[in-house]
């Protein structure tokens, strides 16, 4: 079945610090990948998204390019914030009835200042 | 504000007993989830349902039932409690558009089972 896999947290980084999750992902097929953020006592946001191999999905300075070749879809930012301190879920959606979305374990990230 | 909204936020039950937990969702969505989150297990499906009137199995239904009594609505029920099903809860809803339409969550429910 599918499945995603993460880099385990947290991740501790200083203000301005460039950031890299990692993710790969099984599948079959073709899925959609999501990245999904949880500020603490929230719920689950779409933080970005891609729908081919090659996309690169972008949104509030945070980027990830879906890599089919090596099944990956690694989140980056170029200079984090204390405000992206949240959890970084990495998600999948293939063929499956109800286009059910298939989670990474999630990956803490602290920013300090 | 439209979106999922999920009641209660929080709850705290004996084991044994049963609860329903409520989703709405108001952006005319066909299909709704729900989910459990557990410490470094990410969310896993327990039940959905892709449109009004069906309902399926997710990867843990165990311990769980569910209606969708409408287009808008879907519950979820705990018939017995046990304190395996202390967790946080969501609610998603999701439009047409195939796999690549992103889901919208709720807030949440914590319950804990005592």
């Known amino acids: 079945g599918d499945s995603v896999t993460q880099m385990e947290g947290p991740v501790t980084l200083s203000e301005e610090a460039f950031l890299t999750i990692n993710c790969t992902y099984t599948a079959t097929g073709y899925p959609s990948l999501f990245w999904y953020v949880q500020y603490p006592g929230e719920g689950l946001q779409l933080l970005l998204k891609a729908t081919k191999a090659d996309d690169k999905g972008s949104n509030k300075g945070f980027e990830a390019t879906y890599r089919k070749e090596t099944t990956s879809f690694h989140l980056e930012k170029g200079s984090v914030q204390v405000s992206d301190s949240a959890v970084y879920f990495c998600a999948l959606s293939g063929s499956n009835a109800g286009n059910m979305l298939t989670f990474g374990g999630g990956t803490r990230l602290m920013v300090k200042p | 504000n439209a979106g999922v909204t999920q009641t209660p936020k929080f709850q705290v039950l004996k084991t044994g007993q049963s609860m329903t937990l409520q989703c709405a969702q108001d952006?005319?969505?066909?299909?709704m989830y729900w989910y459990r989150q557990d410490p470094g297990m990410g969310l896993r499906l327990i039940y959905y349902s892709a449109s009004e009137g069906t309902t399926d199995k997710g990867e843990v239904p165990n311990g769980y039932n569910v209606s969708r009594l409408n287009k808008r609505e879907f519950s979820l029920r705990l018939e017995s409690a046990a304190p395996s099903q202390t967790s946080v809860y969501f609610c998603a809803s999701r439009g047409t558009g195939g796999a690549g339409y992103g889901y919208t969550f709720g807030s949440g429910t914590r319950l804990t089972v005592v």
């Open positions: 952006m005319n969505h066909n299909s």
